[in-house]
Structures are given as structure tokens and as C-alpha cells.
């Protein structure tokens, strides 16, 4: 079983670049060490299938507007630090 916060993050990726295929947000992330290094990730470390990742986009966050609410408070994170005029 895998950590449902690293499930979670993995869909915050695609969530944020623009990447709708659950196959093609665990093919970047394979390959891309800052996305390893965001998930906590090592070079040697397994990384869940997309269909894992589809299975809990489904049954975890289907009715949820979650990503949404967790970029919109990183957003006003960054307004209130002043990182964003």
C-alpha cells in the first residue's frame, strides 16, 4: 500500500502542470528527480501505477474540489508574504 499523501501529491503534479493522464503524470515522474524529490522520492524507490493513482482520484477525491482549495491557499500563502503583486 502506498501513502495517501504521496497518491495525493503525485495527482497535485498533474494537477498543476497540466497533465490529465494518470500514465503520463507516473511517466514524468519517473524521470524527473525535482518531482522525486517533491514526493520524498529516491532514484530506487518504487513508484505507484496509474492505475493506482486512477483508483484513488476516483474513490478518494471524486467529489472533492481539494486541489483547488489546497492551490488557492498556497496562492494566498504566497500574496500574503508578498511573493505575488
Known sequence: AFDPVL??????IGYLFGIRSERQIV???EVNVAYRWFLGLRMTDKIPDAS?????????FASTDIEQTI???????????????
Open 52 to 60: 493506482t493513482l486512477s483508483q484513488n482520484r476516483r474513490r478518494r
Open 27 to 29: 511517466r514524468e515522474i
Open 7 to 12: 497518491l495525493f501529491k503525485m495527482l497535485f
Open 71 to 85: 492551490f488557492d491557499t498556497i496562492v494566498e500563502q504566497a500574496i500574503g508574504h508578498g511573493l505575488i503583486g
